[in-house]
């Protein structure tokens, strides 16, 4: 379904040429009907030798031939997509906005005619197809939009449709996420060098371990509270390990990150 689709990514920078990347990996699009824009000639050269799609740097001509759009473009570089776009996008045309912090309603407001707008917000873990994309339904997105723009996602992770008044937590959560995910995977690899271990395989000791117990909590559907007391034996020294976790705050350290980034999520427009 999605293969025989023109798809026009505006924006190819990191996140775009990501999804592109982990799109055609996964077989789901044909690079033959890609094409990407940039803002600059270099970058697009980049793109286009990397990746073997066409490109451009008119966001108006690059969207003319398309079926579905990927806006890529940073929340402050919206406005002026749209001013070139709005015009030009027609309703047999589907929009799908990963930019974050924009609403629906803010580019619905630069379109002349009612065109679907689906937001999403994926990670960069998209890459290696084992990404989290948030979904959103715009005001004139039907049933089978969002059905296209899962299979786009699904194609390179996992997916949940989503109210859009979630979109900057899903923002400050899952897209941020893997940043957070890295550091305490690079705290652990230091931990391990301390207590001794060559670094190499302590830092494989740390991203494998977060990588099954991300997949127990996923494939159990059980409480991470109740799959943590399977690993803490009275007395034993994981209990040691979460007292000094719990004296120096991490739980709270999370939610206060993912609630700051929540709140920066709603101003990146205006910035
Ligand atoms: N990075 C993430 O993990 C992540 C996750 C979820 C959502 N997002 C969203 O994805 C969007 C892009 O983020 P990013 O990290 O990929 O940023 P980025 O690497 O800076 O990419 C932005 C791209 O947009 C291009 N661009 C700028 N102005 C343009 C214009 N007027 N017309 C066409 N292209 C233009 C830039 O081209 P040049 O390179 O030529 O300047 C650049 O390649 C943002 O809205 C962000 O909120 C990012």
Redesign the pocket.
Known sequence: MLKDRRLAV???????ETLIQGLLEAGAIDRSRVTV????G???ELVRERLGVAGT?S?AEAVQDADIVLL????Q??P??MS?IGGVLRPSQLLIS?????SAAFIEKHLREPVPVVRA????PCLIRVGMTGIAMGKHARQEHLEIARRIFEAVGRTVIADEKHMDAI?ALS?SG?AYIYIIIESLAEAGVKVGLPRDMATELAAQTVVGAGEMVLRTGEHPAKLKDMVTTPAGCTIDGILELEDGGLRVTLIKAVVCATRRARE?LES
Do not use: F, I, Y
Request: glycine content about 8%.
């Open positions: 505006l924006g190819a920078g990191k996140l775009g824009t940039t803002a600059h270099p970058r697009l740097l966001n890529a473009v940073k929340p570089q919206v002026l997509v070139e990963v930019a974050a912090s924009v917000m994926p990670n960069t923002t897209a893997p990146l």
